[in-house]
């Protein structure tokens, strides 16, 4: 029987967020996924999370962001995201993006 170990979950982050990325965009296939924080800046501890970067084409309402959260993660669910894959959703419009990006690199899913 294979453990799983926090270090163990962290090796397997690209996976996870490619999984999440398709979730996206069977839901919302206009928008852009992007990483950004530790997992990207070669900073990842044991209490990492994986910041996934949901652009829009427009602002969505905290509303919005909460509900196609909860779809997105159920989506991912079905395509066999592990419960215990400590993914971020961050769920945004393009007019955003500069917040995310003084704040550090962000990658689109594409180039992983």
């Given at each position: 029987m294979t453990r799983i170990t926090p270090l163990h979950i962290l090796m397997?982050?690209?996976n996870y967020v490619k999984i999440v990325c398709e979730?996206?965009?069977g839901i919302?296939?206009?928008a852009e996924v992007y990483v950004t924080g530790g997992a990207v800046e070669d900073r990842l501890t044991v209490l990492?999370?994986?910041d996934v970067l949901i652009v829009l084409p427009y602002t969505p309402t905290f509303e919005e962001a909460v509900e196609l959260r909860a779809k997105i993660l159920e989506k991912a669910e079905e395509l066999r995201l592990p419960m215990y894959a400590p993914i971020e959703l961050h769920i945004?419009?393009?007019e955003e993006v500069k917040k995310y990006t003084k704040k550090g690199k962000?990658?689109?899913v594409s180039e992983l």
């Open positions: 397997n982050w690209r979730a996206v965009k919302i296939p206009d990492s999370d994986i945004i419009g393009k962000i990658v689109p």
